[in-house]
Antibody
Framework: EVQLVESGGGLVQPGRSMKLSCAAS????????MAWVRQAPTKGLEWVATISYDGSSTYYRDSVKGRFTISRDNAKSTLYLQMNSLRSEDTATYYC??????WGQGVMVTVSS | DVVMTQTPVSLSVSLGGQTSISCRSS???????????LYWYLQKPGQSPQLLIY???NRFSGVPDRFSGSGSGTDFTLKISRVEPEDLGVYYC?????????FGGGTKLELK
């Protein structure tokens, strides 16, 4: 059974950094692209970033480009999202997803002073 | 960016009834590889999204045949027949053909 477990969220001040992790199990992690999707409180879903199976290709939405970095450690079956220069509009629940077919339970990130 | 427009925004349905949700994209979702990367998700209250339909009309593993997807190009429909209580929540369409991938605004399905 595919399992995706996010961690690392919480309250952070504007301009600071935070790193999210997503521990994967139940499938061959190194064979699949992965993505982060977020959902602001009471809002819809918004794609954030995607990484290829081997980490060689990454894609970002414009609003996070240059601030967020998606990465992976295939030896640890773990996906990451490094978020720098955080803004209030980054406040959301962040989900990691296996090519959209399986999703983690989500981790809340609140950017506020 | 490709804009995904879902209608209606909310829907009331009786248990056992049938309903449908429309999703229109601002440009064709046919990829150069010939596939159409249009998906449907259901997000139940307090839960993560779950995949229902992939590539327009293919039911994901474990999804009951009460759910069906159809459409082509820019117009797509999700039909739900014999609605059950566990079908309630917010439905999203999603396109993965063009970068950045985009979601529709969502359709909330409620009980009448």
């Amino acid at each position: 059974e595919v399992q995706l477990v996010e961690s690392g969220g919480g309250l952070v001040q504007p301009g600071r950094s935070m790193k999210l992790s997503c521990a994967a199990s139940g499938f061959t992690f190194s064979n699949y692209g992965m993505a982060w999707v977020r959902q602001a409180p009471t809002k819809g879903l918004e794609w954030v970033a995607t990484i290829s199976y081997d980490g060689s290709s990454t894609y970002y939405r414009d609003s996070v480009k240059g601030r967020f970095t998606i990465s992976r450690d295939n030896a640890k079956s773990t996906l990451y999202l490094q978020m720098n220069s955080l803004r209030s509009e980054d406040t959301a629940t962040y989900y990691c997803t296996l090519t959209g077919s399986s999703w983690g339970q989500g981790v809340m990130v609140t950017v506020s002073s | 960016d490709v804009v995904m427009t879902q209608t209606p925004v909310s829907l009331s349905v009786s248990l056992g009834g049938q309903t449908s949700i429309s999703c229109r994209s601002s440009q064709s979702l046919v990829h150069s590889d010939g596939n159409t990367y249009l998906y449907w998700y259901l997000q139940k209250p307090g839960q993560s999204p779950q995949l229902l339909i992939y590539k327009v009309s293919n039911r994901f593993s474990g999804v009951p045949d009460r759910f069906s997807g159809s459409g082509s190009g820019t117009d797509f429909t999700l039909k739900i027949s014999r609605v059950e209580p566990e079908d309630l929540g917010v439905y999203y369409c999603y396109q993965g053909t063009h970068y950045p991938p985009t979601f529709g605004g969502g359709t909330k399905l409620e009980l009448k």
